[in-house]
């Protein structure tokens, strides 16, 4: 094999490539050729790529959970996937041969077709092909999506909303989380929707939950423009999966804000409010925490506390509460193990091991 021939050889380009965050489920092994059929390229195919230039994202957040920098002429491999970040681009699932954007660093290629002006335009990768297995298939992240399950979970479910991008639901999920775990109960944290990031999921396993897991699991690289249909089917096998491993209680964050198109399907879901047992709400500020719960109310929920950037403040804390009559707690009163279980009795209540084994 000539020096041209090893160097454009897929298993070499394979080998060679940064795998992102959302791939880390896949067996790279699987990945035998490549197909360049752009046009039929679908939500979550695997595509083998070669940085063209640099912009909003430097770097990749690798499978291994590390960061990498990024040079022009890099091999990635990312998922197609659409993307929704009022703070950075909004993408959807396309593959344009002479060129795509990377939309997200944890793993996702599109076409960028609204951008933030703060923010630099997308990194350019050019796409080299499709990833096929050994029977010429697409490689999906679905094929390595954790099992169907065969009944509905029962598990307790606390969720997190927000009334925006960057409000707070990350940390108000991992130390709610981290609060729970303080009382001996086994916990879960879970990311429903977004876009695959490391961030989020390391920022989650710091607090020595049990179990972790986002929507990648799932098999989803993101969850914009998905159905809803599909988005809930995810959602139930995480919270199927965090039964198995014998958690007895799920927090689970939702991303964005409560007007963003998959959020805002899911909270009007009338199985999804039966489902979960309450509710958590990050804010801003306190004229977003007014609008959020008036919002909330309107759909039928009744956070148990408000927190997020808000609980910084002793003046926003003292504005929100007047306006809403819903307490606002700190990170570090969420962390607190008395606080945390005194939410979780307020919601639901963990089922003991009889119920939960009840067909």
């Not at 998922?79 to 681009?89: E, G, I, S």
Request: hydrophobic share 40%; proline share 5%.
């Amino acid at each position: 094999m000539s020096f041209n021939e090893l160097v454009n050889d897929p298993t070499t380009q394979l080998t060679e490539a940064k795998w992102s965050f959302a791939t880390r489920r896949v067996n790279q092994a699987d990945a035998v050729s490549l197909e360049t059929d752009f046009a039929d390229t679908q939500h979550g195919d695997l595509i083998l790529g070669r940085v063209m230039s640099l912009g909003k994202h430097g770097g990749i957040q690798l499978s291994s959970g590390r960061r990498s920098e990024l040079f022009t002429g890099d091999l990635v491999v990312l998922p197609c996937a659409a993307r929704y970040a009022p703070d950075q681009f909004e993408g959807t699932a396309e593959i344009d041969p002479e060129g795509a954007d990377m939309l997200a660093s944890g793993g996702c290629l599109g076409k960028a077709r609204a951008k933030n002006e703060r923010v630099k335009p997308p990194t350019r990768v050019l796409p080299i092909g499709r990833l096929t297995n050994v029977g010429g298939a697409p490689v999906n992240l679905t094929d390595y999506a954790l099992p169907k399950p065969a009944r509905k979970s029962r598990i307790p479910v606390i969720a997190v909303f927000g009334t925006a991008m960057n409000s707070g639901k990350t940390l108000a999920t991992a130390r709610l989380g981290y609060g729970l775990r303080q009382t001996g109960l086994r916990v879960a944290t879970i990311k429903a929707t977004g876009t695959g990031s490391f961030g989020d999921f390391n920022e989650f396993a710091d607090t020595g939950v049990h179990y972790i897991a986002d929507f990648t699991d799932a098999g989803l690289a993101t969850t914009y423009l998905l159905p809803l249909n599909e988005i809930k089917d995810g959602i139930e096998r995480l919270l199927f999966d965090a039964e198995q491993n014998e958690c007895d209680v799920v927090v689970m964050e939702v991303a964005d804000g409560l007007f963003q198109r998959e959020s805002a399907a899911l909270l009007a879901d009338t199985e999804f409010r039966e489902r979960i047992g309450g509710m958590v709400f990050a804010c801003g500020d306190a004229v977003a925490a007014a609008g959020g719960v008036q919002e909330l109310r309107r759909l039928g929920y009744e956070p148990e506390a408000l927190t997020g950037m808000l609980s910084c403040s002793p003046m926003a804390t003292a504005e929100a509460q007047a306006a809403t009559g819903i307490r606002v707690m700190t990170k570090g009163e969420l962390s607190d193990p008395g606080e945390a279980m005194a939410i979780l009795r307020r919601t639901t209540q963990p089922q003991t091991e009889a119920e939960t084994q009840t067909p």
